[in-house]
């Protein structure tokens, strides 16, 4: 198989699940308003997706944040005042960028409380976005409340897929880090298996 770049891979990468966040977000919006319209409580997975794409390649997040609120309300049918405080209230979520530098990058990978943090910084801070958005659109004051509670199961399904993802080699770590770790283990094994011959 040829050898891509790094850029060529972070481009693959990013547009699957780019794809992925579109499809599930709209499959379990269309499921949320078309059938099971009286319930209160929505899942989504945007703030998940955003979570793994913010620890494999930092901001490029927002693709995920921004197109999950895109996919949302395009199959709720969604107007464009509230197209507007999804997608760009979403990118809010990427406040959580700024625990990489404290407690950093590998910290939240592997500590279990370190992961819960970032998730729920990522929540908030979509949560606070899309109520920022709304006030500016002529937005009430309280709707952060209905943002908080509405949305309350999408924290707790991000969470548990988060800690899912960190169970499985290389989902939820800093790509350029894993591909130096797979090269250094490759160029290892490579090693091994010359000198055992």
Do not use: H
């Amino acid at each position: 198989m040829k050898n891509i770049s790094f850029n060529q891979y972070r481009f693959i990468d990013l547009t699957i699940l780019a794809v992925v966040t579109a499809v599930f977000e709209a499959i379990t919006a269309y499921a949320a308003t078309k059938w099971f319209p009286g319930e209160l409580y929505a899942v989504s997975p945007t703030i998940a997706m955003a979570c793994i794409v913010m620890m494999r390649w930092n901001g490029f997040a927002a693709i995920n944040a921004a197109l999950g609120g895109m996919s949302f309300c395009l199959a709720s049918g969604a107007t464009e005042k509230q197209i507007l405080i999804y997608v760009v209230g979403n990118c809010f979520a990427l406040l959580a960028l700024l625990l990489f530098k404290l407690p950093g990058k590998n910290k939240i990978k592997d500590r279990f409380y370190f992961t819960l943090l970032f998730v729920l910084t990522a929540y908030i801070g979509a949560q606070i976005g899309r109520w920022l958005v709304g006030l500016a659109c002529g937005g009430a004051a309280d709707s952060i409340i209905m943002f908080l509670t509405t949305d309350m199961l999408s924290l707790l399904f991000s969470v548990v897929i988060v800690l899912i993802s960190r169970k499985a080699d290389g989902l939820f770590e800093d790509q350029k880090s894993y591909l130096i770790r797979m090269d250094k283990a490759k160029k290892k094994k490579e090693a091994e298996d010359y000198y055992g011959q």
